[in-house]
């Protein structure tokens, strides 16, 4: 036995004393010694050559390539590099060594469940039976395991995944779930495989990225998560709840970038910096229609547009940083945000104090009167058209109004909106308004008043240089 430096393999089942595990071995199967199998005991054929078919009286079967037997429910293997494979029957197995690669092979027709306990250093693989489960504790924290990284590769069926610090976990074919429920240690690297994919109550400084099959949910957002680098998915079997096929729920310190599938971000925590997705798909999300991708601003977030449709709703708490995307950009400010306009087409629904930017695309300003605050637009040098357009509630207000200050205004391609201070057909000048709301000449600016009460000052323009349309 001294000449014997493999691991050391401790089995379990279920609901049985660890005494009244029964392992046999036997070389390939054709000589179990007899009698074998003890009644009441959870019996286990283990291989120590070739693998074989199940005997009967067997509850499971494992192989341990040069295996030999210490306790009732402990082996220990030939070499460092054994070749251990977990086959038949439902039953937990822990490494109390490390440096192995341990495969899950199940039961040949599916419907096992096996679950490992990992070491410092194991390689520990899932089975390629669709109808087999496994949970992998990757954790080091289990009594009798070897703390340290290591090695997960997802199987054909689902696989839950106890994550460790430094831990690489990849998934397969079949839906994969991680979490660190064992102190989130954090660091660790998860990629999605053609299966779904949660992960959830992580630790800080993770590498995660979605599946590139089925649906994608990523929860960073708990008081010991945060400071990841997370990118959504490419699969678009299955939605989740809000119609998306990606949702990242970020935490503070978050960089996250949107999938190239339909993807939902909550990144209402704060200081995440948030990337639209890759895609042009569009679908329905959070009730919003022809959007690929929809971001849930939090406070001090730095949010950009993707190259699909997007759309930012950062009224949560203000102060974030917003850019339109290659794509068309939507964006429900805040108070006191600075938004710029993208490279594609951008509307936004200004607020309080914010200060909007314009771009080479199109920008479209909506400025309502319910919004009660100073906004600044800067239309800078090459800026694509823009648009600015006071947006009536539905009743004159009274109070406090909008009031819009607006710098470089281009009077040969941009223009004022309203649908209630714009006759129809719109105009140029003064002429083109309703009575009730006016342009006139404060110094070298104009100055527009909107029947709504809400006021702007076009600086650096004469009122007759304006064109007003509906």
């Not at 949107?258 to 971000?265: A, E, N, S, V």
């Not at 947006?391 to 819009?404: F, I, L, R, S």
């Amino acid at each position: 036995m001294a000449s014997v430096t493999g691991s050391r393999l401790a089995f379990f089942a279920d609901g049985v004393n660890p005494h009244k595990i029964n392992i046999v071995l036997t070389t390939d199967g054709t000589s179990v010694p007899a009698p074998s199998t003890v009644p009441g005991a959870f019996n286990i054929e283990v291989f120590t050559s070739t693998p074989g078919a199940l005997a009967a009286g067997y509850d499971a079967s494992a192989f341990i390539q040069g295996a030999v037997s210490l306790t009732d429910n402990v082996v220990q293997a030939g070499t460092l590099g054994s070749t251990e494979q977990l086959l038949d029957g439902s039953y937990t197995v822990v490494d109390q060594t490390g440096h192995e690669a341990i495969q899950i092979v199940g039961t040949a027709a599916g419907g096992s469940s096996t679950t490992v306990v990992g070491s410092s250093g194991d390689t520990i693989t899932g089975s390629t039976v669709a109808g087999n489960s496994q949970l992998i504790d990757a954790s080091g924290k289990k009594p009798h395991a070897v703390a340290g990284a290591m090695s997960v590769i997802g199987g054909a069926g689902p696989t839950t995944v106890w994550g460790g610090g430094h831990d690489s976990i990849v998934g397969s074919a079949g839906a994969l779930t991680v979490n660190e429920t064992k102190g989130h240690p954090g660091l660790e690297s998860i990629v999605g495989g053609a299966g779904s994919l949660t992960a959830y109550d992580l630790g800080k400084h993770d590498t995660i990225s979605g599946s590139t099959g089925g649906t994608t949910f990523i929860d960073d957002s708990k008081v010991f998560s945060g400071g990841s680098q997370i990118t959504g998915g490419s699969g678009t079997t299955g939605t989740l709840a809000d119609g998306e096929n990606t949702f990242i729920k970020a935490g503070a310190g978050d960089s996250v970038t949107g999938g190239t599938d339909l993807t939902l971000i909550d990144a209402t925590r704060g200081t995440a910096s948030v990337l639209g997705g890759s895609g042009t798909v569009t679908g329905t999300i959070a009730g919003l229609t022809g959007v690929n991708t929809v971001i849930k601003g939090g406070k001090a977030d730095t949010i950009t547009g993707g190259a699909g449709a997007t759309y930012i709703n950062a009224t949560a708490q203000g102060a974030e940083t917003i850019t339109g995307g290659a794509g068309n950009t939507t964006v429900l400010a805040g108070k006191g945000d600075n938004i710029t306009g993208g490279t594609g087409a951008t509307t936004v629904e200004g607020a309080n104090l914010d200060t909007i930017t314009g771009n080479t695309g199109a920008l479209l300003v909506d400025i309502t009167a319910k919004s009660s605050g100073a906004e600044t637009v800067n239309l800078t040098a090459g800026h694509g058209v823009a648009t600015l357009r006071d947006v009536n509630p539905g009743a004159t207000t009274t109070g406090a109004h909008d009031k819009t200050s607006v710098t470089g205004f281009a009077t040969a391609t941009d223009s004022i909106a309203s649908a209630t201070s714009v006759l129809a057909g719109g105009g140029t000048g003064p002429s083109a308004l309703v009575v009730g709301a006016s342009a006139v000449a404060v110094g070298s600016d104009t100055l527009i008043t909107f029947i709504d009460g809400t006021t702007m000052t076009v600086l650096s323009t004469t009122p007759g240089s304006i064109k007003f349309t509906q």
